[in-house]
C-alpha cells in the first residue's frame, strides 16, 4: 500500500542539518506516526514521502521553504522587561506566546538580556536552514474515518484523547 493522502504512516527517522549535527531522530524509541496530507510534518518531506512503501528507505534534504520557512530578521524585536508582567526571571532561551502581526499566536524566544532590554525571535528555531532525513517507512495503513475528520492519527504512536 503506498502512502497517500488519509494514510496513517510510520517511519523511522534522523533528522540532521547540514554540518551533520543530529538535530532529532525516532532511534531508540517508537517511529513517528503522522496522517500524510494533513500537514502533520513539513510540507518537504511530506511530499517525499507521497507514493513510498513499508520497507522504502530514503535521504531527502528539504529547502527552508518547504520546512520552517527562511528566517526573518523582521520577527527579531528588542522589548522592555516590563513587558514580562509575571516573570521573576527571565532567561536566554525561554519561549513565551505573543500575538503575531497578523494577529495569529506565536511562540517568542528571549535570544538577549541587555539591562531592561529583552530581544526575543519569532523565527522557529529551524527558520532558514537546510533539513537532511534519512527516513524508513515503518508501517502504512488507512487511517480511520475519526483520525481524518480530526486531522492526526490517533492511538499507539499518535495523538491520545
Do not use: C, W
Not at 134 to 153: L, P, T
Request: no cysteine.
Amino acid at each position: 500500500m503506498p502512502i497517500a493522502a488519509n494514510k496513517a504512516v510510520s517511519i523511522d527517522y534522523t533528522l540532521t542539518n547540514d554540518a551533520g549535527e543530529v538535530i532529532d531522530s525516532s532511534a531508540g524509541g517508537a517511529p513517528l506516526v503522522y496522517l500524510q496530507g494533513a500537514g502533520n510534518i513539513i510540507a518537504g518531506l511530506e511530499k517525499a514521502l507521497d507514493g513510498k512503501e513499508v520497507g522504502d528507505e530514503l535521504t531527502v534534504a528539504v529547502e527552508p521553504e518547504d520546512a520552517y520557512g527562511e528566517y526573518s530578521a523582521e520577527l527579531v524585536s528588542t522589548l522592555s522587561r516590563s513587558m514580562f508582567e509575571g516573570v521573576d526571571e527571565l532567561e536566554v532561551g525561554m519561549q513565551f506566546h505573543a500575538s503575531a502581526p497578523d494577529g495569529q499566536m506565536q511562540i517568542v524566544t528571549i535570544r538577549d538580556l541587555d539591562g531592561d532590554d529583552v530581544t526575543v525571535d519569532g523565527n522557529h528555531p529551524l527558520a532558514g536552514q537546510r533539513l537532511n532525513f534519512q527516513v524508513k517507512i515503518v508501517a502504512i495503513r488507512d487511517a480511520s474515518q475519526e483520525e481524518v475528520a480530526h486531522g492526526h492519527v490517533h492511538g499507539e504512536g499518535g495523538h491520545q484523547h
